[in-house]
Structure formats: C-alpha cells, structure tokens
C-alpha cells in the first residue's frame, strides 16, 4: 500500500499490517504498538499479506504436536510470540513454517526480537546459520556454544533464552530460565 504525504512531495511504503483490528481481535498477547513495531522489522515479502492465527495456546491448548499440525500446511514464514510469567513479550519471525527436523533449517531473515516493555530486534550475524530446529520434545531458535537463543519445551511451558552467536541477542526474558502464559504462531497469507 503507497500513500502519499499531503505535500505531494514524498511517497512511502506503509508498513502497517492488513487487518490491524482483525489482528488484535485474535490475539491474547499484542497491542497495535506492539504490532507496528513488529511489522517494520518484517522482511518485503510479508508485506500486505494478512497476518493469519494459526495456532494459540489460548484456542488449541498447549502442545507442541499440535503446534507442528497447524503449521504443516503452511509454506509461509511464521511469527512466533510468547507472553511469559512476569508479562514480558519476545519472539521470532521464522522465515520457514517451524516442523520437526534433523538438523538446523532457515535462512538470514530469521530474526529474534523483544517486544515489551521495550522494542529491540536482533538480526542474524553471519556467524553460523543456528537458525530453527525442531523436534518432539522442544524447538529451538538460534544457537552456539550449546546456547539457544530461544528454547522451548514441547509443554509449550517451560522456556530458556540466552545470548547466541547466530543472533548476539540477550537474554529475551527477564530470567535465562521462564514459563510461558502465551504463544501464538502466526503466518502470511
């Protein structure tokens, strides 16, 4: 979508997500800041898709299987948020459908990020290409040194962040160790 400034003189590409209102009536854990935010980081190719809830712990219970289900259909990107134990939102955008796999899988524009209370997003480094890794018992984004990134269990309960050479990221809750309230998976279409 291009809109043009009143002054005629600039023309821009506007980043805000199709269906804003649709979005946060679906989610338990974004506010519209939250979500502009987090469309700005998203790369071109996203952009106006709509964003479609694919899977929620709040509608579909709490399991990775079903989690890996609602995404099998899928070749989109996916984003992946969580609301911990002390009200912290982070997460990830996934530039493949998270599945169960051998070995790590994704490209560069795989991302993690912190969305609140503050906004910061860490980008891939070039390090190594840690980027997703999924299997039974949890999945895994970014890695290095035995860090993750993001980890979490297949409960889709318990999680652990710490910083990873794929993305120099910090911590992305309050604690390395959390348990989660919220996850959503939410994909382009």
Same mark, same amino acid.
């Given at each position: 979508?291009?809109?043009?400034?009143?002054?005629?003189?600039?023309?821009?590409?506007?980043?805000?997500?199709?269906?804003?209102?649709?979005?946060?009536?679906?989610?338990?854990?974004?506010?519209?800041?939250?979500?502009?935010?987090?469309?700005?980081?998203?790369?071109?190719?996203?952009?106006?898709?709509?964003?479609?809830?694919?899977?929620?712990?709040?509608?579909?219970?709490?399991?990775?299987?079903?989690?890996?289900?609602?995404?099998?259909?899928?070749?989109?990107?996916?984003?992946?948020?969580?609301?911990?134990?002390?009200?912290?939102?982070?997460?990830? /955008? %996934? $530039? !493949? #459908?998270?599945?169960?796999?051998?070995?790590?899988? =994704?490209?560069?524009?795989? +991302?993690? /990020? %912190? $969305? !609140? #209370?503050?906004?910061?997003?860490?980008?891939?480094? =070039?390090?190594?290409?840690? +980027?997703?890794?999924?299997?039974?018992?949890?999945?895994?984004?970014?890695?290095?040194? =035995?860090?993750?990134?993001?980890?979490?269990?297949?409960?889709?309960?318990?999680?652990?962040?710490?910083?990873?050479?794929?993305?120099?990221?910090?911590?992305?809750?309050?604690?390395?160790?959390?348990?989660?309230?919220?996850?959503?998976?939410?994909?382009?279409?």
């Amino acid at each position: 979508m291009v809109s043009v400034e009143e002054s005629g003189s600039k023309a821009s590409v506007s980043t805000e997500p199709d269906g804003l209102s649709h979005i946060l009536n679906q989610s338990v854990i974004l506010d519209a800041q939250q979500v502009r935010e987090i469309a700005k980081e998203l790369p071109p190719r996203t952009i106006g898709n709509t964003w479609q809830l694919s899977y929620s712990t709040d509608k579909h219970g709490a399991s990775l299987k079903t989690l890996y289900r609602k995404l099998s259909t899928t070749d989109s990107p996916v984003l992946i948020l969580i609301k911990d134990h002390n009200q912290q939102v982070f997460g990830s /955008f %996934l $530039s !493949h #459908p998270l599945h169960p796999s051998d070995a790590f899988y =994704g490209t560069g524009e795989t +991302f993690l /990020f %912190l $969305s !609140h #209370p503050r906004f910061k997003c860490f980008h891939w480094t =070039g390090e190594n290409s840690f +980027f997703i890794k999924g299997d039974l018992d949890s999945f895994a984004i970014g890695g290095g040194s =035995g860090h993750f990134g993001l980890w979490v269990d297949e409960r889709l309960f318990l999680g652990r962040s710490s910083p990873c050479f794929t993305f120099n990221n910090c911590s992305l809750s309050e604690t390395n160790d959390f348990t989660i309230l919220e996850l959503e998976a939410w994909t382009f279409g």
